[in-house]
Structures are given as C-alpha cells and as structure tokens.
C-alpha cells in the first residue's frame, strides 16, 4: 500500500523555511533555463514565422544570403514573365526585384552602434506580404526618399520616430510610417523604394534579390525548380520559407552558452535538494521505522521520499517560472550570422517552454531525491527505533 | 585545540552533507568563475601587444561595402602609421555548406601583410613563395592539420559573396598564439577573377607605431575622409572583435544577472547547510557556553565553519574552470575570442574572495542565533 501524499506534503510545510530555501534555489535553475528556451523560442519565431510559403526568393547561384551577391537587374523581365507567377491587383504579375543592404543605425539608448537591415523594394514588396501591418504614418512613396521603419527599429533605435530624418546613403531620408511585421525576421527592417536606394548607394542596373509569388503551393515548388533550371539566368530559386528557417542557426551561440549555464545550475541545485532529502530522512529515521513496522514495503517508502523530492521541485519550478513571467514578450536583439545584421526578437514563455522549464526542474528533483529515498528504505527497523 | 581546528573538525563531521553542499557550491562556483573570465576576456583584456598596436578601417556604413584601394596610400601618410594593408573578406565556402567546415578567408597583399601580422610566424622561404605565387595562399597551422593541407597542396573555395570560385595553391603555413584558422590570398587574384574588386577593398588593416598613436590615428583617419562619398570607421582590432559581440545582444547583461543568480543560489545553499547543522547541534553550543566559550567565539565558530566549506567549494570550482576553459580554447571548433581566454590570477582571486563572502553571510543569521542562544533552553532542546 503506498503512503498518501498528504504526508509529503505535510512534511514539506513543517519545515518551512528549509523546504523554501531548496525551491528558491531550484526556482533560480529553472529561472535561468526559462530566460534561454524563451529566448530560443522567440527567434525561432522570428525566422520560422517570416516568409510566404507562396513566395520564391531568387538569389545569385551561389550566394546563400540577399546581402551578399546580387545580379544584373536586366534579368528580372525574364523572371516576371516565368509560367507560374501571380497577377497583383493590377493585373501584372506580381514580382518585386529588391535591393538589401545592412547599415549602421545608433541604439536609442546610447549603447553603441548596430548593423540594420535596409531593404529597397517594388511597388509589389508590399502586397508580396501580406502579413505586415502599417500601424503609424503611412507607406513610402514610390521616387521619393521616404522609409517605413519597423515597431521594434522605432523603439530600439534613435531617429526613428515619424517625422524623423534618418541619415544614410547620400543624404536624409524621412521616416513616414511604423510596420508591424508579428514577430518575424522583418522585424528588423527598415523598407524604402528599391530605385531610390539603389542609385544612392551606387548600385543601380543590379538587385540582390527577387520575390515571384505563386499561384498556388504546388506552382511554388514548380516555379523554384524552374528558376534554378534555366541556363540563362545562372540564379538559383527557394521558398522564402526554406530560406528563413536555414537562418535559425543564428541561435546557436546562445544555445551553446545558455545550455552549459543551465546544467552546471542544474548539477549544483541537485546536490542542494539531495541534502535537503537527507536532511529530510535523517530527521525521521524513527518515523520511518514506524512506518515499517504498521506495514508499509520498502517501495512504498522509496516511493514516498521520491515523491516528497519530486513535489520539492516542483514547488521550485513553479516559482521559477512565476520570476520570469514579468519578462515574457521582452524584445532584444542578436546577431544573424547569416546577414551580419541585428535581428530583433522577444522572449516566448511558450507552452513548450513552460513544460521543458517543469521537466527541467523536475529531473534535478529525481536525481536529488533517489539516494535519499534509497537511503530511508534501507535503513534497519530496530536501529532507526533506538536512535 | 585551536578555534579554527574546531571549527575545520565540526565541518567534517557530517561528511556526505558537508561534501554534497561543496558539490553543490563548487558547480556554482565554476560557473561564477567562467562568467568572469569571460568578463575579463571581453571587456578588460587588451589581447596582445600586436593586436593593441592594429587598427581596422572600415567603411562607416557598413562592413559589406568596400572602400577605394587608394585610401591604404593617404593613410600611410598619417604620422605614426608603420604599414597599411588592404583586406578583402572572401566568405567563401570549402566542402559545403556545413558550419564546421568554414573558416575565414581574405584576400590581401602579401608583402604589406606579413609586415602588419608580425604575429604570426612563417618560415622565411614559405613566405618568399607565397608573395611570388599570384595564385599562392597562406593558411594557418592549425587549419591545414584539420584539412590536412602540405606545402603545394590544392584548395577550391567557392565564393558566395563574390561569383567566382578561386582554385589556390598552399604556399606558406604559419604559426600563431592562439591559432586564428584563416586562410589568405592575393588580392590580385580576386581582381582578376572579379574585375569591379579592381581598385576596391574590403577594409584596411593598419599598424602604428606605439600604443599610445591609436587613438589620434583612428580619429586622424575618420577625418580624413569624413567628407568624401565613402566615409570610414576606424577601431583598434579589440574594439572591432567587440563590435561583432555587442551584436550578439546585451551580453553584459546576460553575464551580470547569470552571476546574480549564481551567487544567490550559493547563497540559498550554504545558509541551508549552516541552518541545519546548527539546529543539529543546539545542545552542543549550550554546552559550550556552560564551559564558558563566550557569544563571540561561537560565532566565529560557525562562521569559519561556513567559510572553510565555501573556500573549498571555491578552489574546487575555480580548478574545474580552468579545465574547462582550456578545453574550450583547444577543441577545434574554438574560434576568436573563445581562443584567447584564460582564467587569470585575479579572477581566481576574486572568485574565491566571492565564496568566502557568501559563506560569510550565509552562516551570520543562524550563527548569531546560536551565539544569543539560552543555555537552559538550549540544553532541554531534544531536535
């Protein structure tokens, strides 16, 4: 028969203070791995979130990102009139030949400088994403030095209110409107006419990169294999989708970093909680008896210590995972290693973070609490009445 | 007996609890003692006497727009400037795509390069035919023993950035400390294949005199072509390598709540310990008042207590650290500042003044407790 868990539960509250000091100290293990998964979290959605999956990239062959390469701009013709591609509500076929370059913007808060995505773009960049949202101002005019810069740019950065002039190039261009790009990797975008960016940075007769969009996903996959097929053009086609998703590595370093911090915690707050439990056995090493001798099996009480660890830590995880909640949908930036360019993202206590955070707090309390409990159902009846 | 042997004596005497709580403050302690030398590494560390004489021109921008090559020859007019070499970041890739197999690559001027990198050390004849080799590259030691590169060898890298794929003839390998694992080649080669890099680079590598020329050097530069349709940015090596980790997002803030929460956590578990063994011994430090130890030396007693644990816990973390760190700077995917960090005496200083401290504080409530405590009530006590 096993012992009711009101028993642990009873006991835990008995010693109060050292029953909070072991869940404190879990908590801050399971606040440290909530801060890294949310904030691996974020950027995932930053990149898996971007990008149509009607919508083909064209790159230069070879180039594996729009910052680097480019190609001659008398192959977009071609490219438009490729079979597949979608009318705009104009009637032409909606394409949009884009220019990209990274600038450095300064950070509002005075820490230091940053490399931001600028992207030139078509009449159609727009309607190509139909998931970004003016929320402020009002689009760029088409031949005119006018920028839309994203929520996330507008807070981050300095000069980038409405009305705001915004320094690059060969001279001032005026911030007219805020994005809302849904947490997506165009959230860090600054986005202008594709003409008058290219010939302020020298670069006219050239784009970095295309968007076609498609009729339909099956047409996608046609339309990809298409571009990258044809001779002539030397370009290579991809869903924009496939290409934000490869960008994802970006995470890596702080995957790496964050991973190590939190199983060197993890170690340290395992041994904590097993002294806890020792402490918790050696104290009712008579009462442990007692139970033996009214009946109770040797895996019952392996099974009761076990548990009283397990709830330990689950009371630890809970509180660490409260600690973080203020932190939830904080936005800060990395690096993207594929652009050389800031990214900007917000922390995600998502569902799956949540319950990875409790496994998470949960395994420190199994380990802490297996040689314990082993330990208080081993222990000899006679001996444990004595002492 | 000594006070301080007592109190060495009383932390052995529950030997799995003392040992599970150094355990369990050493893994805090080591992570504590990364973070500073990370710290250190980034944000104190000069690096070496070479990369502190280096500065990096770039194109103020941005660093994916190339700079006019004639700005290496005004540059080498400024007072104070020894030598100035042009650099092409190349990005190219070797194999695949796969991230373990890239490494940096550039396109320079080998005569003005190995004047700048006086650092890295290459036989004198391997030198001599890589700068007579247009088609010759340099590689570092470490990179040619992972791809098993000799003298003579064959490499083709593919070029994203640029649309050409450079086949490339091993010249010269050279050795440096720490190892940097690039790979350079003349930038006429790139000319050549990519005829718009005529003229053109990526950013300007320069060498001054004495340390103290970097910063009117640098400013001396910017000004120089403030006005001009390609304005510059000039940073010494560190403040450049800096840069790319300030991208990386708030990393002070990520190093300073990470230490936070590290000593805290120590905190929380060194004062579990010293509470539970104090009430473990409530009858004992009656019995030591009723022999007369005064309020004073039981304090003490249990403070030291906590501090000999919390120093040990201390060495502990800091030895398994500096494992750690050498084993990170050696494994072969080390790369930039990661190679250069070494955990330092002041670091491991500070890292043990930290543990001392904690247990300090950890074992004072309890400790004055135990110090007020009543000697009758404290004798009647049954645990």
């Given amino acids: 028969m096993a012992i009711p868990i009101s028993y642990n539960i009873r006991n835990l509250k008995l010693r109060k203070g050292l029953t909070l000091m072991t869940a404190l100290g879990i908590a801050l293990t399971v606040t440290t791995a909530v801060f890294i998964l949310a904030l691996l979290a974020g950027l995932n959605r930053a990149f898996v979130s971007t990008g149509d999956p009607l919508n083909v990239l064209v790159l230069r062959k070879g180039s594996q990102a729009e910052l680097s390469g480019g190609f001659d701009a008398s192959l977009f013709p071609t490219l438009k009139t490729l079979a597949g591609v979608a009318k705009d509500s104009h009637g032409e076929p909606m394409a949009s030949a884009e220019w990209v370059v990274a600038i450095v913007l300064p950070r509002r808060d005075g820490t230091g400088e940053v490399n931001v995505i600028v992207r030139g773009m078509m009449k159609d960049g727009l309607e190509l994403r139909p998931g970004v949202k003016l929320v402020a101002g009002r689009w760029f005019t088409p031949g005119q030095r006018e920028v839309v810069v994203s929520e996330s740019i507008h807070k981050r950065f300095a000069h980038a209110n409405v009305g705001d002039t915004m320094q690059f190039g060969k001279g001032p261009w005026t911030v007219v409107g805020i994005f809302d790009a849904g947490g997506s990797a165009y959230e860090s975008e600054v986005w202008g006419d594709v003409n008058q960016m290219a010939s302020d940075f020298d670069r006219q007769g050239g784009f970095s990169s295309a968007y076609l969009r498609a009729t339909d996903p099956a047409t996608a996959d046609a339309l990809k294999h298409r571009v990258t097929d044809d001779q002539r053009l030397r370009l290579e086609g991809m869903l924009e989708t496939e290409y934000y998703a490869k960008q994802t590595r970006s995470g890596m370093p702080i995957k790496f970093v964050g991973f190590l911090v939190a199983i060197i915690m993890a170690i340290g707050s395992s041994f904590a909680a097993m002294n806890t439990m020792y402490a918790a056995v050696a104290y009712r090493g008579r009462e442990i008896a007692t139970l033996r001798v009214i009946g109770f099996s040797r895996p019952a009480i392996l099974t009761s210590f076990v548990l009283e660890s397990l709830l330990l830590s689950l009371l630890g995880a809970v509180i660490g995972i409260v600690l973080m909640l203020p932190f939830n949908g904080m936005t800060t930036g990395t690096s993207n290693q594929v652009t050389f360019s800031e990214v900007v993202f917000s922390l995600r206590m998502t569902p799956g973070v949540v319950i990875a955070a409790i496994i998470f707090g949960m395994i420190m309390g199994l380990f802490g609490g297996m040689a314990p409990a082993w330990h208080a159902a081993r222990q000899n009846i006679l001996n444990a009445l004595r002492g | ?383």
Wanted: hydrophobic share 50%.
């Fill in chain 2, 1 to 383: 007996m000594t006070l301080s042997g007592f109190a060495i004596k009383n932390a052995l005497r529950n030997r799995r609890r003392s040992l599970l709580t150094v355990a369990s403050v050493s893994f805090s302690l080591l992570l504590l003692t990364l973070m500073i030398t990370i710290w250190h590494a980034f944000y104190i560390d000069q690096g070496a006497p070479e990369t502190v004489r280096r500065l990096i021109t770039r194109h103020r921008v941005s660093l994916t727009f190339f700079l006019p090559s004639y700005y290496a020859e005004k540059i080498r007019a400024i007072p104070g400037v020894t030598a100035v070499v042009p650099m092409t970041w190349f990005g190219g890739r070797y194999k695949d795509d796969r991230p373990e197999n890239f490494f940096a690559q550039f396109a320079t001027d080998p005569d003005e390069y190995l004047k700048v990198a006086s650092d890295k050390e290459v036989p004198a004849d391997q030198a001599e035919a890589w700068r007579r080799d247009q088609a010759g590259a340099m590689v570092d030691i470490e990179l040619a023993k992972k791809y098993g590169w000799k003298i003579g060898d064959r490499v083709t890298l593919q070029g994203t950035i640029f649309p050409i794929n450079p086949e490339l003839t091993i010249r010269a390998i050279y050795v440096m400390d720490p190892p940097n694992r690039s790979f350079y080649f003349h930038d006429k080669y790139l000319e050549e294949a990519a005829p718009f890099m005529k003229g053109r680079a990526g950013f300007f590598f320069t060498h001054v005199a004495s340390a103290g020329d970097v910063a009117r050097v640098s400013k001396a530069v910017d000004d120089l072509f403030h006005n001009s349709p390609q304005p510059t940015k000039t940073e010494s090596e560190k403040a450049f390598q800096l840069g790319f980790i300030a991208m990386m997002g708030n990393v002070k803030a990520f190093i300073l709540s990470i230490c936070g929460a590290v000593v805290f956590a120590i905190l929380l578990v060194s004062a579990n310990t010293m509470a539970m063994s104090i009430r473990e011994r409530t009858r004992e430090v009656a019995m030591l008042k009723t022999l007369g130890f005064t309020r004073r030396s039981v304090f003490s007693l249990f403070v030291g207590e906590a501090v000999v644990l919390s120093v040990l816990a201390g060495l502990l973390g800091i030895l398994a650290a500096t494992g750690l760190v050498g084993l990170l700077a050696h494994s072969p995917g080390g790369i930039g500042v990661v190679t250069h960090m070494t955990v330092t005496l002041s670091t491991m200083l500070l890292a043990l003044i930290i543990a001392a401290a904690v247990g300090f504080v950890s074992a004072s409530l309890p400790a004055y407790h135990a110090s007020r405590l009543n000697i009758v009530e404290g004798l009647r006590y049954i645990g």
